[in-house]
Nanobody
Framework: VQLQASGGGLVQAGGSLRLSCAASGRTFSMYTIAWFRQAPGKEREFVSVIRRTASTYYSDFGKGRFTISRDNAKNTVYLQMNSLKPEDTAVYYC???????????????????WGQGTQVTVSS
């Protein structure tokens, strides 16, 4: 599967952005899709994940502010980000895997497919 992330941009603190991860392939609904982010000089970190069952899981920093959803008819996963903070500034990547197990969902090393990333910059 090929992934393309989009929707990043420059926003003021407190603002919102919706990221999209568009995927190719007819079996999109069978994939677990996750968002990770990487700020300059920092390691890539888990943001959120949605399983093929549509169950979701969030990082502590994303709970209450971020919402992940999927539209299988459009082969797209969305990440709605509200109340953005300057520390949310990073390149956001979407990742996919068809056979990842629950205990590995927050680990980037277990995802087979990656999008190119989209820059999110939050100004103070």
């Amino acid at each position: 599967v090929q992934l393309q992330a989009s929707g990043g941009g420059l926003v003021q603190a407190g603002g919102s952005l919706r990221l999209s991860c568009a995927a190719s392939g007819r079996t999109f609904s069978m994939y677990t899709i996750a968002w990770f982010r990487q700020a300059p000089g920092k390691e890539r970190e888990f943001v959120s994940v949605i399983r093929r069952t549509a169950s979701t899981y969030y990082s502590d920093f994303g709970k209450g502010r971020f919402t992940i959803s999927r539209d299988n008819a459009k082969n797209t996963v969305y990440l709605q980000m509200n109340s953005l903070k300057p520390e949310d500034t990073a390149v956001y990547y979407c990742a996919a895997d068809q056979s990842i197990i629950m205990s590995a969902m927050t680990s980037s090393q277990y995802y087979a497919y990656w999008g190119q990333g989209t820059q999110v910059t939050v100004s103070s």
